[in-house]
């Protein structure tokens, strides 16, 4: 069985920040990459961020020099610190991990982020 514990997310006005934490636990193996998607309302689940074990990062353009994934590994915790929030960031963020040799990711049960004024 897989796990996730979610937390963070919340109504935030423009320019504001928050920080969301995903936590993964059970039979997961050791994981490669863990990331945030999102997905607003009428539109596709798109790429947020992503990090690898080692630490090697990827963005979405939209986030670039806003937001900034880490990781604790001996947690299997992944964490999205989201500055200069905008109202297109309006969206429900899902917590997603792959494991090392495995076919399929895991998802979380997503966290609904708000940004207006």
């Known amino acids: 069985q897989v796990q996730f514990v979610e937390s963070g997310g919340g109504f935030v006005q423009p320019g504001g920040s928050l920080r969301l934490s995903c936590a993964a636990s059970g039979s997961i193996g050791s994981i490669y990459v863990m990331g945030w998607y999102r997905q607003a309302p009428g539109k596709p689940r798109e790429l947020v961020a992503t990090i690898t074990r080692g630490g090697t990062t990827n963005y979405a353009f939209p986030v670039k020099g806003r937001f900034s994934i880490s990781r604790d590994n001996a947690n299997n915790t992944v964490y999205l610190q989201m500055n200069s929030l905008k109202p297109e960031d309006t969206a429900v963020y899902y917590c997603?991990?792959?494991?090392?040799?495995?076919?399929?990711?895991?998802w979380g049960q997503g966290l609904q982020v708000t940004v207006s004024s």
């Open positions: 997603n991990v792959r494991p090392y040799y495995s076919r399929e990711d895991y």
